[in-house]
């Protein structure tokens, strides 16, 4: 009891002449690991994803994809050659022990949902030719498909 009342004390004392950093109510971060300010990003505008600094995929979705590190004006930097104002988190360890990074990033939303559009064109191909009894590439499967045929039911 008698640890319960100083625990429950503590709490309600208050520093003197200092005030809350986190304002009530201020939960503008997106995410809660790899959060961010919200008034920072234009979600109308753009798709932001995280990506590991794993060097072929960060290579791969920066130089080779339409993907732009975000700065921490929410600007964007075109090279990485200084990665000092990105927007970045230590995400877990490398194989070397060293810290393992992920930059946030951002793609304009008409080229992601073209992107978007691109692989769903892929995945109804994959798709119809399952319904076939085939294989994703259109080869005879040599699994058992019933005499009435395969249905797939969404839902």
């Known amino acids: 009891m ?16 200092r ?3 986190r304002k009530a109510g201020g939960g503008e971060t997106t995410g809660r690991r790899l959060g961010v300010l919200k008034s920072a990003l234009d979600f109308n505008a ?19 994809d339409d993907w732009d590190f975000v700065t921490k004006d929410g600007g964007v930097k075109d090279d990485s050659a200084d990665m000092g ?3 970045s988190q230590i995400v ?7 810290a393992l990074f992920a930059y946030l990033c951002r793609k304009p939303k008409a080229w992601w949902q073209e992107d978007q559009n ?11 030719q399952l319904r076939r009894g085939n294989d994703r590439e259109g080869g005879a499967q040599s699994d058992y498909v019933p005499s009435s045929g395969i249905t797939i039911q969404r839902g």
Not at 7 to 13: F, K, M, S
Not at 46 to 64: H, S
Not at 92 to 98: C, E
Not at 118 to 127: C, G, I, R
């Open 92 to 98: 877990g360890m490398k194989p070397d022990g060293s």
């Open 118 to 128: 691109a692989k769903q064109v892929e995945l109804d191909k994959q798709l119809a």
């Open 85 to 87: 104002n990105v927007v």
């Open 2 to 17: 008698r640890e319960t009342l100083s625990v429950t004390r503590a709490r309600e004392e208050k520093p003197e002449g």
């Open 19 to 21: 005030e809350r950093r």
């Open 46 to 64: 753009f798709k932001y994803r995280w990506i590991n600094a794993n060097e072929a995929r960060l290579m791969a979705k920066t130089k080779e």
